[in-house]
């Protein structure tokens, strides 16, 4: 399964940015898929992730502001991000996994086996 992100930017604050995620190598259909993200001297985080149930969750901080969502077979996910923040400035990541005990398991990066090289994100 390869995972190639695009859509990435500079933004001023307040604007919006929509990433896309492309899938080849395998069916994603039934995959649980997600996105992350990792700011200068932070560890990577869970910003959203959406079963093949079409379950989403988000983390805390960007709830409200942005919205997972799957596409079409070209571009299976996407992420809007609205209303973007500084603290939103990181590399943003595509992931894809196989549920575990019925559940996507995010933000536990562990069960998502394949990735993206990532887009960067910055907002000032």
């Known amino acids: 399964v390869q995972l190639v992100e695009s859509g990435g930017g500079s933004v001023g604050a307040g604007g919006s940015l929509r990433h896309s995620c492309s899938v080849s190598?395998?069916?994603?259909?039934?995959?649980?898929m997600g996105w992350f993200r990792q700011a200068p001297g932070k560890e990577r985080e869970g910003v959203a992730a959406i079963g093949a149930d079409g379950r989403t969750s988000y983390t805390d901080s960007v709830k409200g502001r942005f919205t997972i969502s799957k596409g079409n077979a070209r571009n299976p996910l996407y992420l809007q991000m609205d209303s973007l923040k500084p603290e939103d400035t990181a590399m943003y990541y595509c992931?894809?996994?196989?549920?575990?005990?019925?559940?996507?398991?995010?933000?536990?990066?562990?069960?998502?086996?394949?990735w993206g090289q990532g887009t960067q994100v910055t907002v000032s």
């Open positions: 190598g395998s069916t994603y259909s039934s995959y649980c």
């Open positions: 992931a894809a996994g196989r549920a575990y005990a019925g559940s996507c398991q995010f933000p536990a990066q562990r069960f998502y086996a394949y």
